[in-house]
């Protein structure tokens, strides 16, 4: 059996975001609902990845990191910040059955992968260094327990609703323009 490690985890989750991003954009503007089936998709992998990695495994990283692993966290908080209160919002407030969602969600998708590269090849190559494997893997299962929580689907909800707000706000503002 292969030991737990939350690095793995993560890494996978990576890449199912990516393949929904893929899925996105083969899709057309008369692929309305399957777009939206596709976003809530892609937010329900996403809110709680992300969520956890502010609140556990960010500051514990920054904890032990070296000046440059410090960097990167900064790097990381900020990407997250970007995605949160911009992109998301933004591609929120396009219809989807438009090219402009269709641009907002491309842009959406190439954030997140690079994001998610440099995770992979400089943050998680650091805490193999920083973190025992044992760590890892109660990290892992520390995750996997948060995510089945009450508390996961409060904070997503509350990301979500948050989301929908600045939307809706974008969504007024363009009109009144």
Known sequence: MATRNILTTLKAEHDELRGLFEEMESTTDRAAKRRTELLAKIEANLLPHAKWEETVFYPQFAERASREGLKIHAEAVEEHRAVE???????????????????????????????????ETEMFEQARQ????????????????????????????????????????????????
Do not use: C, N
């Open 85 to 119: 209160k911009t992109v998301i919002p933004d591609v929120h407030a396009a219809d989807v059955a438009t090219p402009q969602f269709a641009g907002r969600v491309k842009v959406f998708g190439e954030l997140i992968d690079h994001h998610a590269k440099d995770e």
């Open 130 to 177: 920083l973190f025992t494997a044992e760590e890892l893997a109660e990290l892992d299962e520390a995750y996997e327990e948060w995510k089945a929580s009450s508390a996961s689907k409060l904070v997503s909800a509350m990301a979500a609703a948050k989301t929908e707000a600045k939307a809706t706000v974008r969504k007024v503002t363009r009109r009144a323009q």
